[in-house]
Nanobody
């Protein structure tokens, strides 16, 4: 399964972006999907995740009420709406998929290449 993350860019503080993660195969609709981010010099951290049926979502404490994850299985796509962006949200954002089960912790099986999000102050 190939994952393609898109939607990153440069935005001013307080702005919004919507990231998309599109998969190459229909089986994606049965996977849990997560968004991770990695800032320069820091570890890659889980930001949000959504179960295959969208019934359950997980958010890191740092983004609760700020980010919202959703999915459209008919389009093989998971989204993450990011509002009120702050300079500390600057990072490369990756989407990843887990074939079975739910977390946390998550053990992702497939990773996309990432999309850069830069928030200017």
């Amino acid at each position: 399964v190939q994952l393609q993350a898109s939607g990153g860019g440069l935005v001013q503080a307080g702005g919004s972006l919507r990231l998309s993660c599109t998969a190459s195969e229909r089986t994606f609709s049965t996977y849990a999907v997560g968004w991770f981010r990695q800032a320069p010099g820091k570890e890659r951290d889980l930001v949000a995740a959504i179960r295959w049926d969208a019934e359950i979502a997980y958010y890191a404490d740092s983004v609760k009420s700020q980010f919202s994850i959703s999915r459209n299985n008919a389009k093989n796509t998971v989204y993450m709406q990011m509002n009120n962006l702050k300079p500390e949200d600057t990072a490369v954002y990756y989407c990843a998929a887990q074939i079975r089960g739910w977390g946390p912790p998550f053990g992702m099986d497939y990773w996309g290449k990432g999309t850069q999000v830069t928030v200017s102050s």
